[in-house]
Antibody, heavy 122, light 106 residues
Framework: QVQLLQSGAEVKKPGASVKVSCAASGYTFADYYIHWVRQAPGQGLEWMAWNNPNSGGTKYSQKFQGRVTLTRDTSVSTAFMELSGLRSDDTAIYYC???????????????WGQGTTVTVSS | DIQMTQSPSTLSASVGDRVTITCRASQSIDTWLAWYQQKPGKAPKLLIYRTSILESGVPSRFSGSGSGTEFTLTINSLQPDDFATYYCQHYDNYSDFGQGTRLEIK
């Protein structure tokens, strides 16, 4: 079945970087954009960025521009999100999610990873 | 940036009720809007995209409408499984979510 499997929980110190992976299975990885969304404890959803797994093209929220980098490895159908300059308010669950329609970033997100908890603490 | 404002932030209702959640965009987003349901400890679940297209497997009691800057999610005949938090999301140029509406049992 279609699935996104994310890497495990991370604990980082302020100022460090974290890289979260998102392994796709059950569909053609290159055909569907991947978005990244985060959710701080007890808070709402926050959109971060999207990646085109076919071309590698990206679009970043202005809030995260300069701190977030999306990459992908098509040979292993995996997307990556790296966030640098971590602060305590980056503590959150980070989700990858697939767009419901092929070859566009502009549609709902139908398949979600299980989430990766990133804790930033000194 | 386009701001999304959801209302109400909390909604109390009973099983069998019809409820409506509103999402307003700070500028026109055409019909580039989705709705999600989220339960505690779970990832969001897509309900509706492109304002009114029901995601496969989602019950028909859920419906969406609107265009431009004002959008609504309607749930007819609330079921016990529907009590959760709901989010709208625009995906015009960039993307972002509304702040959420918590639907609780009255």
């Amino acid at each position: 079945q279609v699935q996104l499997l994310q890497s495990g929980a991370e604990v980082k110190k302020p100022g460090a970087s974290v890289k979260v992976s998102c392994a796709a299975s059950g569909y053609t990885f290159a055909d569907y954009y991947i978005h990244w969304v985060r959710q701080a404890p007890g808070q709402g959803l926050e959109w971060m960025a999207w990646n085109n797994p076919n071309s590698g093209g990206t679009k970043y929220s202005q809030k995260f521009q300069g701190r977030v980098t999306l990459t992908r490895d098509t040979s292993v159908s995996t997307a990556f999100m790296e966030l640098s300059g971590l602060r305590s308010d980056d503590t959150a669950i980070y989700y990858c999610a697939r767009v419901v329609e092929m070859t566009t970033p502009r549609a709902g997100l139908d398949v979600w990873g299980q989430g990766t908890t990133v804790t930033v603490s000194s | 940036d386009i701001q999304m404002t959801q209302s109400p932030s909390t909604l109390s209702a009973s099983v069998g009720d019809r409820v409506t959640i509103t999402c307003r965009a700070s500028q026109s987003i055409d019909t580039w809007l989705a709705w999600y349901q989220q339960k505690p400890g779970k990832a969001p679940k897509l309900l509706i995209y492109r304002t009114s297209i029901l995601e496969s497997g989602v019950p028909s009691r859920f419906s969406g409408s609107g265009s431009g800057t004002e959008f609504t999610l309607t749930i007819n005949s609330l079921q016990p499984d529907d009590f959760a938090t709901y989010y709208c999301q625009h995906y015009d140029n960039y993307s972002d979510f509304g702040q959420g509406t918590r639907l609780e049992i009255k």
